[in-house]
């Protein structure tokens, strides 16, 4: 299975842009890249998730490298209530038991 | 609105007592999963359940137990077995098992559990 590696942590202005990396060098053909986000003490809340090409929500836009290495989540202008730990996860294949590993992720704050 | 329920928000237990969190969901997805988390810890995986009357163990299931008799509920049992019981329990589920490849997982706000 795929495994993502994610720095720790990361401050972006409030207002900016926040552009959070993630490198997933051994994703396979048909795996998905997906990106959730936990605000302390709730449950993890999707955003958004891709295969090749860029993909564009009402949250964020994610940014694909054409040889699916690494990718890119964009907050467009990021506020308070952005500050959460932010999941980069590529799903492994069929009939694996974890079906998405949830690690420790980056955490985000923004910065008034 | 459609989404997952998970109830209660905070228990509170004795050691050598069993207890069940209840996850109920209305989006009538197939699949549903139970995670534990951790302080400072990414979510680790106890059991997921792709169909009424099936389930398969993560990989933290001892300790553990699950049943999923409807669709829309999979309650998670903690055990006395299960040696560190105190954590943040998530439940979710997703439209179809995840290799659909297409297929977002959808989370619960959590239940704490805390065990003296």
């Known amino acids: 299975d795929a495994k993502t590696t994610q720095p720790p942590s990361m401050d972006c202005a409030e207002g900016r842009a926040a552009n959070l990396p993630c490198n997933h060098s051994?994703?396979?053909?048909?795996?998905?890249v997906y990106w959730y986000r936990q605000i302390h003490s709730q449950g993890p809340q999707y955003i958004i998730h891709?295969?090749?090409n860029n993909e564009t929500n009402e949250m964020a836009s994610l940014i694909i490298t054409e040889d699916r290495k690494s990718s890119t989540l964009i907050l467009p202008h990021a506020t308070l209530r952005d500050t959460a730990v932010y999941y980069c996860?590529?799903?492994?294949?069929?009939?694996?038991?974890?079906?998405?590993?949830f690690g420790t992720g980056t955490s985000l704050t923004v910065i008034p | 609105d459609g989404g997952i329920t998970q109830s209660p928000k905070y228990l509170f237990r004795k050691e050598g007592q069993n207890v069940t969190l209840s996850c109920e969901q209305n989006l009538n997805h197939d699949a549903m999963y139970w995670y534990r988390q951790d302080p400072g810890q990414g979510l680790r995986l106890i059991y997921y359940?792709?169909?009424?009357?099936?389930?398969q163990k993560g990989d933290i299931a001892e300790g553990y137990s699950v049943s999923r008799e409807k669709k829309e509920s999979f309650p998670l049992t903690v055990t006395s077995a299960q040696k560190n019981p105190t954590a943040f329990y998530l439940c979710?589920?997703?439209?179809?098992?995840?290799?659909?490849?297409?297929?977002?997982?959808?989370f619960g706000n959590g239940t704490r559990l805390t065990v003296t």
């Open positions: 051994t994703i396979s053909g048909n795996e998905y």
């Open positions: 996860i590529v799903p492994p294949g069929p009939n694996t038991g974890n079906q998405f590993y």
């Open positions: 979710a589920s997703s439209i179809a098992a995840p290799w659909s490849y297409n297929s977002p997982l959808h």
């Open positions: 359940s792709q169909i009424v009357n099936d389930f």
């Open positions: 891709g295969l090749k």
